[in-house]
């Protein structure tokens, strides 16, 4: 295994423990590790960033431009082709993400799956979401979910 990829292991488990922390608070538990190597802190700082940033994106340029009225379409109980969605795990403005499970064959697992809103195909929304999984798609973490 290369050093590099040792590096973003390392800061990818960091990240992880601090991803859901405020960027000021995840900032400081930061600093205060002090078994870190230089590179390794860099990269979770620019995980942190990163994160940070989408997420301004996000609030800035896309919740913006939908209109408030939008009301969720679905909800637990609810199938989606082979799937079953059995709870919603988070939702915003352009999208609802649900814990499922397939309905037929084996092994059953459970995934997550993202529902966007009717009107929220927008080629910025697209890029953004294939974006996110190009992204996420090279990370391996308990917390993230696989792509499919």
């Known amino acids: 295994m290369s050093n590099e990829t040792v590096i973003w ?3 990818s488990e960091i990240f992880a423990r601090l991803s859901d ?11 205060e590790q002090q078994n870190l190597t230089e590179e390794v802190r ?9 994160a940070e940033h989408a997420s301004r994106f996000f609030e800035d340029k896309i919740l913006k431009a939908i209109p ?16 079953e969605l059995l709870e919603q795990l988070g939702h915003g403005g352009m999208s609802q993400v649900f814990k499922a499970k397939r309905l037929k064959g084996t092994p059953q697992k459970l995934v997550a799956i993202k529902v966007f809103a009717p009107r929220s195909n927008q080629q910025e929304l697209l890029s953004h979401f294939i974006n996110e999984q190009q992204i ?3 990370f391996s973490h308990p917390n993230i979910v696989d792509m499919l």
């Open 68 to 83: 408030s009225q939008f009301q969720n379409v679905m909800k637990p109980g609810d199938k989606l082709d082979e799937y």
């Open 136 to 138: 996420l798609s090279k």
């Open 42 to 50: 860099e990269a979770v700082l620019v995980l942190i960033n990163s």
């Open 9 to 11: 292991q390392r800061a």
């Open 21 to 31: 922390l405020p960027v000021t608070e995840a900032m400081e538990q930061l600093r």
